[in-house]
Every structure is written in structure tokens, then in C-alpha cells.
């Protein structure tokens, strides 16, 4: 465990990272003692500096829960971190190459929360408090150098989180078995990945009931009204400038975005 004058720095680090788009070397690599609890002191932090500065939560993602990406990643366990409405963007979105260091995307679905999850939550009662379902494009991107990271880095990175493209939400009751959901994921008019809802734990509710149990060690909770990102369906896909994503859900309909040159 770290101290909070460390924890601090870190953030303020990361922040710095964030804003200029230049990356910094691995926090594992300085801070040998930093764990996950630390880690996420660092992410706590790092939150309340953009909330501090005007920004709102409006919802979390939950990142590496498909065995894709801990693979790509070298990691055995998901993460979460925090969506502000800065990053949550709608269909056609056109985002900046430049405010971004080594962008990768992902398909995902995207649960629009009716009702709050407590946190020990059963797999029914945290499928109960879905109302809606969406497909998205989330955008990645680590401030930490050539994506160099121990799950502690992308942890206080607040999960290597970005932008989130969601489309329009459809009824949960419309949609059917979550786990059988199928994404595919088209770069400039190619396919370049798919998936389906099984991928991310074997089902994205119990990602949520996972979500709900781990806020609930800082004392908050999953809200009415905010979106989740359950975790991508595939291993993520470099994103360069000009470049243009379609991600399309099997009755979700689809969602696109293009990246302006820097």
C-alpha cells in the first residue's frame, strides 16, 4: 500500500498524461508498492480532480472480463472505472486523434441501469435493474507508455478508459439472452473483430453483480439512470486518425464513429 501524498502524485500524474496525450512510464515500475487498493486510491483520486473541475459521473465500465483481453493484456482479473459525460458520446461521434496516445476499440454492450444494484446483489436482481440495452464502440487508451501495464497501472488509469459510443437503447425485455447477443466489429468497411455476450464472464450481468460488489468497498453504489459498460466481447483493435468504426449488435441496430486527424 501506498500513502496519500503518493496517491496524489500519481493522480496528478495521470491527469497531466491525460490532458497533454503523453504517456508516462509504468506506475508499477516507481511505485513498488503499489496494490490494488492503492491502485484504486489513485483512480479515487484521479475522479474527484476531473469532478472537482466540472465533469459529472454518469455511469462505469468494467474492463478485462473476456478471456480476449486478459490475454492481450497479461492479466488475470477484471477492473472497473468511472464514465464521466465528457467521454460518453452518441452515434457518428467524431473524436480528436490528438487528445488521444494509443487509442484501441472494442465492441461492447451497454446496460442503461432502471433501478439502483445493491451491492450484493444477486445475479436476478442485478438483471432486474438492466431496462435497457445498447451496442457500443468503447475507446481505450492508457497514459501509461506502449500499454507497458500490471492490472495496478490500468487500475489507477481508471481502467484505460477514454470515450464510450452508445446507440440508442432498446428495451432489455426486447432484447432476449444477453449472453447471446452477437457484436461484430467493422474497421473502415472490414470486419475486424466479433464476439458475443458470452465472451465477457461467461455472461455481462454477472459483470455487473462483480461491479456492484467492488463499489461497495468505497461505500458507493450502482445508480438509476447510469449506463454500464459490462466489458468488450473481443480483444481490442488499434484506432488510428481517419479511421472509422461501426460496431452492430444483433437486434441492437448499430453505432459508428470516425477519428479526425490530430
Known amino acids: 500500500m501506498i500513502d496519500g501524498a503518493l496517491v496524489q502524485w500519481l493522480a496528478d500524474e495521470l491527469a497531466a498524461a491525460a490532458a497533454q496525450a503523453r504517456p508516462v512510464a509504468p506506475l508499477t515500475a516507481r511505485a513498488p508498492g503499489l496494490d490494488l487498493t492503492g491502485a484504486y486510491a489513485v483512480q479515487r483520486a484521479l475522479v474527484r480532480r476531473w469532478t472537482d473541475a466540472g465533469d459529472r459521473v454518469v455511469g462505469h465500465k468494467v474492463g478485462l472480463t473476456s478471456a480476449a483481453m486478459q490475454q492481450q493484456l497479461g492479466v488475470d482479473q477484471p477492473d472497473s472505472g468511472v464514465l464521466l459525460d465528457r467521454m460518453v458520446r452518441t452515434d457518428g461521434a467524431i473524436l480528436d486523434a490528438g487528445?488521444?496516445?494509443?487509442?484501441?476499440v472494442e465492441a461492447e454492450l451497454a446496460l442503461v441501469l432502471g433501478a439502483d444494484v445493491p451491492a450484493g446483489a444477486t445475479r436476478d436482481q442485478a438483471a432486474?435493474?438492466?431496462a435497457s440495452v445498447a451496442v457500443a464502440v468503447e475507446v481505450i487508451d492508457s497514459r501509461i507508455a506502449d500499454w507497458r501495464i500490471a492490472v495496478e497501472d490500468t487500475v489507477a488509469d481508471n481502467a484505460s478508459s477514454a470515450y464510450a459510443?452508445?446507440?440508442?437503447?432498446?428495451?432489455?425485455?426486447?432484447?432476449?439472452d444477453l449472453r447471446t447477443v452477437g457484436l461484430v466489429l467493422h474497421r473502415n468497411g472490414d470486419v475486424a473483430a466479433t464476439g458475443a455476450g458470452a465472451a465477457?464472464?461467461?455472461?455481462?450481468?454477472?459483470?455487473?453483480?462483480?461491479?456492484a460488489r467492488r463499489l461497495a468497498e468505497p461505500g458507493k453504489r450502482l445508480q438509476a439512470g447510469q449506463v454500464v459498460l459490462p466489458g468488450a466481447v473481443h480483444a481490442a483493435v488499434p484506432l488510428a486518425a481517419g479511421d472509422v468504426v461501426t460496431a452492430t449488435g444483433s437486434?441492437?441496430?448499430?453505432?459508428?464513429?470516425?477519428?479526425a486527424a490530430a
Open 99 to 104: 487528445r488521444l496516445i494509443a487509442p484501441r
Open 128 to 130: 432486474a435493474a438492466i
Open 165 to 176: 459510443v452508445v446507440g440508442w437503447p432498446v428495451p432489455v425485455e426486447d432484447v432476449g
Open 200 to 211: 465477457v464472464l461467461g455472461d455481462p450481468v454477472l459483470a455487473l453483480t462483480w461491479l
Open 251 to 259: 437486434g441492437l441496430g448499430s453505432v459508428s464513429l470516425r477519428m
